[in-house]
């Protein structure tokens, strides 16, 4: 009876210790999350440099990215159904297949805001009326946060029915379970992730991208998959605490 009232009232700091400390743990996958990273900047450098090898180096950098979405996805479901250790690097085909799935629903839920974004260009560009593009900027911007958390929800609950993709476009169920979360424990709760995987992991990676060598080494093999990890285990722990299962 304890242990389930602690899992119930879990709150957001509380999340945070536990997703620092697990991302500190687990130091062999890291190293190997670490290794996927650094490929991954490397191959992009390499693109950046010598144009020509970005479609020779399309196929490998695709496999990474889908590989790091699958580790991820992994991180999460086994977050959900209570395991507090790294789950290994194992079944790459599995992980891929995973990471395929996770761009799939990313790219369903990106409709809506970049809908409303296109619509905010043509009406700039036609009308250039600052009232009605501010308006359209607002829509776009709550629409896009809007999107990001039915995302994000959408994943939890697609994890907790062991990656069925389906389950992730039950927008009804979605939405209840949203509102069962309680709106502080929501906003708390996605601003934080939002923050980690839109703004603070692409800035970090952008600039270790442009460092010297050494430092960006460094960064893809302590801070970036630091942070990835954190994310993940954070998303999983809203599931586990604040997205709980009919």
């Not at 899992?7 to 062999?28: A, C």
């Not at 979360?181 to 995987?197: D, E, K």
Request: no cysteine; charged share 15%; hydrophobic share 50%.
């Amino acid at each position: 009876g304890i242990y389930n009232y602690i899992m119930k009232t879990m709150n957001t700091k509380e999340m945070i210790i536990d997703s620092v400390k697990y991302s500190l743990n687990g130091k062999k996958d890291f190293i190997f999350f670490g290794f996927l990273l650094w490929s991954i900047s490397f191959i992009i450098y390499i693109t950046n440099e010598y144009s020509i090898l970005g479609i020779l180096l399309f196929i490998p950098i695709s496999i990474f990215l889908f590989i790091e979405g699958g580790y991820i996805a992994t991180i999460i479901e086994s977050t959900l159904f209570g395991s507090d250790t790294h789950p290994e690097f194992k079944n790459i085909k599995d992980l891929i297949w995973r990471g395929i799935k996770e761009l799939l629903i990313l790219l369903v839920y990106s409709t809506i805001p970049i809908i409303v974004l296109i619509i905010a260009i043509f009406e700039i560009i036609i009308f250039s009326d600052d009232i009605s593009t501010l308006i359209l900027l607002i829509m776009f911007i709550f629409s896009l946060f809007f999107s990001l958390v039915i995302m994000q929800s959408a994943i939890i609950h697609y994890e907790y029915k062991h990656s069925k993709l389906r389950t992730a476009f039950e927008i009804k169920t979605i939405l209840k379970k949203l509102k069962n979360m309680g709106f502080s424990n929501l906003i708390s709760s996605f601003s934080l992730v939002l923050l980690f995987t839109l703004i603070i992991q692409p800035t970090l990676s952008d600039i270790s991208e442009n460092m010297h060598p050494l430092i960006s080494i460094i960064m893809n093999f302590t801070i970036l998959p630091f942070l990835a990890v954190f994310s993940a285990r954070f998303t999983g722990l809203i599931g586990r605490y604040h997205f709980k299962e009919d």
